[in-house]
């Protein structure tokens, strides 16, 4: 199971959000750069980079330092927030960026996330972020009345080779994520499924690769490292038990 350690990037700097709330966030002194090259040196392969401030522009606000972390750090990168256009798709390709995550911009158009498929093929992750079944956009301040798997099935065969599912209830509580749901999500998906939001401690990452579905590729790991419920050099060893 591939483990996602998670950068969170606003105004520079590493943050953490309880519930896509930006009014309810946690600011480390760590840097993202230095906070990438960490998960790096400790053997990490994969890297989940949140950019807020795009989230809330619909712009690629922190471009540069993405890049920067690209570059340094050489690891399997996948990038979401406010991506809206395929020039914006091609800025994050341009830099080195492994997939990019479209969210509230398929959803809101899926001829869109279509095209950005076909035109960047392997290269989308189509992130579904969910309160009470209930698929949310635009940072998560907007609910929707789509149940997020209506909406799964809608686009299912448009060729996204990633699908992030974050229970947003969960996301920045440390209260284990939503299993239940993700395996219906994963059950569904025509690609394989990231899960997101929740996790609290190395038990987590246990009970997912118990669940023994295929259709599930790897988890997000992000306040838990933050807050030092979670030890990086006991999650590193997750890699390979």
């Known amino acids: 199971m591939k483990i996602f350690p998670a950068i969170d990037i606003k ?62 750090c050489d690891l399997n990168v996948e990038v979401g927030g406010g991506v809206r256009s395929i020039e914006s798709i091609q800025k994050y390709k341009d830099i080195g960026v492994e997939k ?21 093929p392997n290269q989308i992750a189509l ?14 301040k907007e609910n929707t009345n ?21 229970d947003i209830n969960r996301d920045g509580m440390k209260q284990s994520p939503n299993f239940e749901e993700t395996k219906k999500v994963a059950d569904t998906s025509n690609c394989p499924v990231i ?3 929740g996790v609290s401690s190395i038990a987590d990452i246990k009970k997912a690769k118990e669940l023994n579905n295929n259709n599930i590729e790897g988890i997000i790991v992000g306040k838990a490292i933050y807050d030092g419920d979670i030890n990086l050099d006991e999650l590193v060893k997750e890699l390979d038990a």
């Open 11 to 72: 105004n520079k700097k590493c943050v953490r959000l309880v519930k896509g709330d930006f009014d309810n966030k946690t600011e480390y002194k760590i840097s993202p750069i230095d906070q990438a090259e960490k998960y790096k040196d400790h053997g990490f392969l994969n890297l989940h980079i949140i950019d807020l401030d795009g989230a809330l522009t619909g712009q690629t606000v922190n471009l540069d330092l993405i890049q920067e972390i690209v570059r340094k």
């Open 100 to 120: 990019v995550i479209l969210g509230s911009a398929a959803f809101k158009d899926k001829n869109f996330l279509k095209e950005a498929c076909q035109k960047f």
């Open 127 to 140: 992130g579904l972020d969910a309160k009470d079944g209930y698929l949310s956009v635009s940072g998560w």
């Open 146 to 166: 789509q149940l997020t798997l209506d909406f799964l099935k809608e686009v299912n065969d448009f060729g996204a080779s990633r699908l992030i599912y974050t």
């Open 195 to 197: 899960i997101s939001g």
